[in-house]
């Protein structure tokens, strides 16, 4: 689990497997493999470093998330 500070304050815990995408759009928005979507306080930088093990994923704008594998 990562700890993640919504942008109005309340921290919150999220599983790191359950993360599709992090986006600075500027702020920082966490997509869930659900759809949920949450605007942390932390820079995109920041969020990466609670989670040093993750994978990088490079897409091309305009490829479609396949799944896993």
């Not at 497997?17 to 995109?44: F, H, N, Q």
């Not at 930088?45 to 305009?62: F, I, K, L, S, T």
Request: no cysteine; net charge positive; proline share 7%.
């Amino acid at each position: 689990m990562i700890t993640l500070t919504r942008f109005h304050g309340d921290r919150f815990s999220v599983n790191p497997d359950m993360i599709v995408r992090a986006d600075a759009t500027p702020d920082t928005v966490i997509t869930l493999i659900d759809g949920t979507k949450a605007i942390v306080a932390e820079s995109l930088d920041e969020a990466q470093r609670h989670r040093p093990h993750a994978p990088v994923v490079h897409r091309r704008p305009g490829d479609r998330y396949r799944g896993y594998g």
